[in-house]
């Protein structure tokens, strides 16, 4: 009888023995199995994560290099950064910035993208982002009409010849194209100037300017408004009408811009290309858009030239923005803050 216990619980042993081996190998290959999950899980966590801030970056790198106006900056700061050394140039830069931070109380600025549009982009994010409203005579004519009317009205059929800043474009097409930039002009231009808070006014300017194709008409449209003021103007000297503007003599006084025609194609044209405006073309641009344009010239620092007022024929109630300038052809925005 012992021994037949003893072989049953030999045998038992054994198969509990047996048994345990089985799932033993059962629990390392579930054990492993969940090792290797977890691992994988932790790697692909740790991929994905790298992936979202790689993105999240890339997203950030693109917003900044599409947004043509960028967020503010302190002025000294950036003076430091841009104007570094003992170079005369330096030193007279650095108390350029220094005269504008002490006595005009300009703590910031707002970089702008350094193109051909570069003053027209600076001059109507202000008008926008202050919510200035549309120019008195613009509220009296329908702007989206002006491409026909100097065609029909005017006979100006060497409009054909107008090119969109660097893209060469002429032909009988240019007039619908002409009329899609005025569209998006007094599209947003109502838009923006009817916001009245100033938080979403400035994120709509933000969305505006980050825009290139919008942007573009918005200048084009700007242009060719110049080029219409210069049309009247000049039929007005023709006919010997009422006084205009000394700017307009001004202009049409230059042998590159002695009539409409000649503006367009050696000025006009290249605005957004290869040009900038001229001095005698803000004062233009101040006139039409109705606003008091002052500029601070840093390179003309300790002269009378350091500030300058376009346009000089202003009215009281005209709205007044700045702009500073290290070169005449590239612009910043100051922000004063007292």
């Known amino acids: 009888g012992r021994y037949e216990v003893r072989s049953w619980t030999a045998a038992a042993k054994q198969s509990l023995c047996l048994m345990w081996q089985k799932v033993k190998v059962q ?96 001059v109507l994010f202000q008008i926008f982002s202050q919510g200035i409203p549309f120019p008195s005579w613009m509220k009296e004519r329908d702007i989206l009409k002006l491409p026909e009317k100097l065609l029909y009205s005017q006979g100006c059929n060497w409009i054909q010849q107008y090119s969109f800043g660097p893209e060469r474009y002429t032909g009988p097409n240019v007039f619908g194209k002409l009329r899609k930039c005025m569209e998006t002009l007094k599209t947003n231009w109502t838009e923006i100037s009817a916001t009245k808070d100033q938080e979403e006014r400035g994120n709509l300017c933000n969305t505006l300017f980050s825009d290139e194709s919008k942007e573009h008409k918005l200048y084009e449209a700007i242009k060719f408004i110049m080029l219409y003021e210069v049309v009247e103007a000049y039929e007005q000297i023709k006919n010997r009408e009422e006084p205009i503007p000394n700017l307009f003599n001004l202009l049409l006084a230059r042998d590159s811009s002695s009539d409409p025609l000649s503006f367009m194609m050696n000025h006009l044209n290249a605005i957004g290309d290869s040009m900038c405006l001229d001095q005698v073309e803000l004062f233009l641009l101040g006139y039409l858009l109705e606003v008091k344009i002052r500029v601070f010239r840093l390179h003309k620092f300790n002269t009378e030239e350091f500030q300058v007022n376009y346009a000089d024929e202003y009215r009281r109630e005209w709205n007044e923005i700045s702009l500073l300038t290290e070169d005449d052809r590239y612009y910043h925005i100051p922000l004063f803050r007292t």
């Open 27 to 122: 629990l390392m290959l579930s054990m492993s199995f969940l090792v290797a999950v977890c691992w994988y899980c932790r790697r692909l966590y740790s991929f994905l994560a790298q992936l979202l801030k790689r993105w999240s970056n890339y997203l950030q790198r693109k917003l900044t290099r599409n947004l043509s106006v960028l967020t503010e900056v302190d002025l000294l700061g950036y003076s430091a950064r841009e104007w570094k050394g003992e170079t005369k140039q330096a030193k007279h830069m650095r108390e350029a910035y220094e005269e504008l931070f002490w006595s005009y109380h300009i703590k910031y600025l707002r970089q702008v993208r350094k193109d051909s549009y570069c003053v027209l982009r600076a």
